[in-house]
């Protein structure tokens, strides 16, 4: 009996065979978790493993291989160059296995698979929000979130550890990437609810560099934007006190130690009615966006690009959530003409629906 199939036939010869027979799943799942912790020991914790089993998989791997995979530099393990082309591979790996999950499942009526996600530090208060909209759509999906500076965020790109990464800024000096805007990212002038220049309207940037000023740590992209803003006006803010995080700096701003500029986003939780107030100053507040990025031309993933589609619709929803938090955000977001490089960005999300939606159709 003849069997017709759509499948391209594969010469035995090109199928590696050794591999096959000496690696084990469960072997690359142990090296993954260590390459992407850095550590035995909590790639141990995070498997359910003792040491010494993470160790005896590790030495198995490195004798099929015939290489070593890890040298150990003082207190810490770093991976060989037979090491990171292992590395390499297994993403790969595990990448073809995740979306074959989530095919089948797809073919089940559910949706299953994993998404890691990397943010830099100051959208610790947005991606989780997405994130929790997006489990709850799909409970299916195990989430990852790997919070850090925007440096740690474009190496992590560079060495593809995660699927997606939200940014304030996209790194197209750094990286060639895509970047998509998936909501409003509004700057504002914070300062503590007894300052004296709270209630007052339309307050001139001259009136603010007499103000104690807390900036972010260089390389922030929230304090390069608030140096253009008082650069545009031939000013400089009275520096006293530069900090590493947003949360650091409205405790700073509580405790009567200056003023700053901070995303919107930063008071989600306790509104403009809390400790914190927003001032009303003159060429604030800055419009900015969140985007999502990943490098350019690489293939997402079935639930990369699942969370991809679902993002790009979040943007009037967090529009109205900016506006809760602060009602005079429509006066500003409705009053700005939009700019060229915004406007580029919505044709190029829409390009890219009608690609998924004509996809989706063959």
């Known amino acids: 009996m003849a069997i017709t199939t759509d499948h391209t036939y594969t010469p035995r010869g090109a199928v590696p065979d050794y591999l096959i027979r000496h690696i084990t799943l469960r072997q690359l799942q142990v090296f993954e978790t260590i390459m992407r912790l850095g550590s035995f020991t909590r790639a141990a914790e995070e498997l359910f493993l003792t040491q010494p089993t ?16 890890f040298e150990h530099v003082g207190r ?15 993403r790969g790996v595990f990448e073809t296995l ?53 440096q740690s965020i474009i190496e992590r790109m560079r060495n593809n550890e995660d699927d997606l990464y939200v940014m ?48 972010r740590e260089p390389g922030s992209g929230i304090r390069d934007a608030t140096l253009r803003a008082f650069s545009a006006m031939d000013l400089r ?68 690009d699942a969370f991809k589609e679902f993002s790009m619709d979040l943007e009037p929803r967090m529009h109205e959530r900016m506006i809760s938090i602060w009602p005079r955000f429509a006066e500003f977001s409705e009053s700005k003409p939009k700019s060229k490089n915004k406007s580029k960005s919505k044709t190029k999300k829409k390009s890219k629906s009608k690609k998924s939606k004509s996809k989706k159709k063959t």
């Open 168 to 215: 304030g800024q996209a790194p197209s000096n750094e990286l060639e990437v895509e970047a998509f805007p998936i909501a409003p990212n509004p700057l504002v002038v914070m300062a503590p609810r007894n300052h004296h220049l709270v209630g007052q309207k339309n307050i001139p940037l001259e009136k603010i560099v007499e103000e104690r000023f807390i900036l």
């Open 54 to 69: 993470v160790s005896m998989q590790i030495k198995k791997l490195s004798d099929v291989v015939g290489l070593p995979l």
């Open 237 to 304: 803010p009275n520096i006293r006190m530069e900090l590493g995080s947003n949360e650091a700096i409205k405790h700073a701003i509580v405790g009567g130690l200056g003023i700053s500029v901070l995303s919107l986003h930063t008071l989600t939780l306790e509104g403009t009615s809390g400790p914190v107030a927003v001032l009303d100053v003159q060429g604030f507040p800055i419009l900015r966006q969140w985007y999502l990025v990943f490098p350019k031309g690489k293939e997402l993933s079935l639930v990369a």
């Open 98 to 150: 995740s979306n074959l999950e989530m095919k089948i499942s797809d073919l089940k009526g559910m949706k299953k698979g994993r998404l890691r996600l990397g943010a830099i530090t100051t959208a610790k208060y947005f991606a989780p929000e997405v994130l929790g909209e997006f489990s709850a759509m799909y409970p299916g999906i195990d989430v990852a979130l790997k919070v850090t500076n925007r």
């Open 76 to 90: 810490n393990v770093k991976p060989t160059e037979a090491g990171n082309e292992l590395y390499k591979a297994c």
